[in-house]
């Protein structure tokens, strides 16, 4: 076999020489054709609130800031690396971030990950501890003031909790396009309405809207993530939510749920153990109140909201879970003007978003937008066909460069199979290529 020869520049071969006359050892200064290889800095890891990944993804860059600490060892690789083991799973995790935080006791994200351990635990003072302390040492380390909001509201702290969540507006950190979402969600609910939401970037930025700028102050905003814990059920129910369970009814509830499930290996319904239970329980006793609920597209309908989710009106951004006596040609002319008229759009024509990735948060929102307006153009063709080119227009200006290529494809072929009968996009239908395909 050839060997492969190792070129030495001029400059580097007379170093050498001089220091072998020195009597220095050169070996260290020879190249190895068998480096290993070279350890580049993985990109920062940044809350699910931001940027999204797979799991797969999350494991790949947790292996890959493992192997950067171990090169360059400090407690900013450390964090990176226990932040992207959390939400790949790795089971190595607590035990790591056991032991990082007594390696850096007073790294802001070791804390707050070490705060998330029991989240959600009534009277987790060691939680809010840690939180606490995270903000103390960097007041301006926002990751911790989500977690403190969620604290304050357990401690029936409202002052602290407003201040936590004015903090969060302050900080920017929540983008425009998130803020223009939940506002635009909001302005299109009934009076007193209850509004299910699902995940971090439909439910905080609501509570800063409804508690902290007064939008839609009427609106009670339930997460469906804090249903699961054992404290947040009668919390809403405090603050005047429709009674839909008591103390013991909820603790009974809670212990027959987990022995049902106890040694049985059914995966976690997105839900949460108990959570899409209680929401059915909500409906309910808001149906009997008079008192209209929402889910919000981001909800994901499982199994248990299946019914009431199939047999609700869809409503845009949301899906009215409840009967109502007002005509649903009424609600989707009162809705989609709004839609045309009062929505917020600065967000979408921000320079942030057009240039943001697909995995960022909150762009992967933005197919909502499509979503809630196709789902009713059969609808509209019936009760309030004028309104389908305005939403057109409103979706070709707004939402349709923001998609990812198979969404677009999509979300034309439903415009092309349920509009085309107007001129202006049959005409766009062609100029696009596109043949209605059944569905």
Request: aromatic share 10%; net charge neutral; with cysteine.
């Amino acid at each position: 076999m050839k060997r492969e020869s190792i070129r030495v520049p001029i400059a580097t071969l007379i170093v050498l020489v001089v220091l072998m006359v020195a009597g220095v050892s050169i070996i260290s200064f020879v190249p190895n054709a068998y480096a290993a290889k070279e350890i580049v800095r993985p990109e920062e890891i940044k809350s699910m609130r931001q940027v999204i990944y797979s799991d797969e993804t999350y494991t790949k860059l947790a292996k890959l800031w493992k192997e950067y600490f171990a090169a360059y060892p400090s407690e900013y690789a450390y964090a990176n690396w226990m932040y992207a083991a959390r939400y790949a799973g790795d089971k190595k995790y607590p035990d790591l971030l056991t032991k990082g935080l007594k390696k850096y006791p007073t790294n802001p994200t070791l804390l707050y990950l070490k705060a998330l351990e029991h989240h959600g635990t009534h009277g987790n003072m060691e939680g809010r501890k840690y939180l606490e302390q995270a903000i103390a040492l960097d007041p301006k380390y926002i990751d911790a003031w989500f977690g403190l909001v969620v604290q304050y509201m357990d401690a029936g702290d409202e002052q602290r909790l407003d201040l936590a969540l004015r903090h969060l507006l302050e900080s920017g950190i929540i983008t425009d396009e998130v803020m223009d979402y939940n506002y635009n969600m909001l302005i299109t609910l009934d009076e007193n309405a209850i509004l299910v939401t699902n995940g971090d970037n439909d439910t905080y930025p609501g509570w800063i809207l409804t508690r902290i700028l007064k939008v839609r102050p009427d609106v009670t905003i339930v997460n469906r993530s804090l249903l699961n814990t054992d404290w947040y059920p009668m919390y809403v129910v405090e603050r005047g939510l429709p009674r839909f369970i008591g103390k013991k009814e909820l603790d009974d509830l809670r212990n027959s749920i987990l022995h049902g499930t106890k040694g049985k290996n059914a995966s976690l319904s997105p839900g949460g153990p108990f959570g899409d239970t209680l929401i059915l329980k909500i409906i309910e006793s808001a149906r009997q109140a008079g008192r209209p609920v929402y889910l919000s597209k981001t909800v994901n309908v499982t199994g248990k909201l299946e019914d009431v989710a199939d047999k609700g009106r869809e409503l845009g951004l949301v899906t009215l879970v409840t009967p109502s006596q007002i005509l649903y040609a009424q609600q989707l002319r009162e809705v989609y003007g709004k839609w045309i008229e009062a929505f917020r759009t600065e967000g979408l024509e921000s320079w942030r978003l057009k240039y943001a990735p697909q995995t960022d948060a909150g762009r992967r929102l933005i197919p909502n937008y499509a979503a809630g307006i196709v789902a009713n153009l059969e609808n509209l063709k019936t009760n309030a066909p004028e309104l389908r080119i305005k939403l057109f227009r409103w979706y070709i200006e707004h939402v349709e460069k923001l998609l990812s290529e198979d969404f677009r494809y999509n979300f034309a072929q439903a415009w092309c199979c349920s509009a085309s009968d107007v001129k202006e996009i049959d005409a766009w239908r062609k100029e696009q290529g596109l043949e209605c395909k059944e569905r």
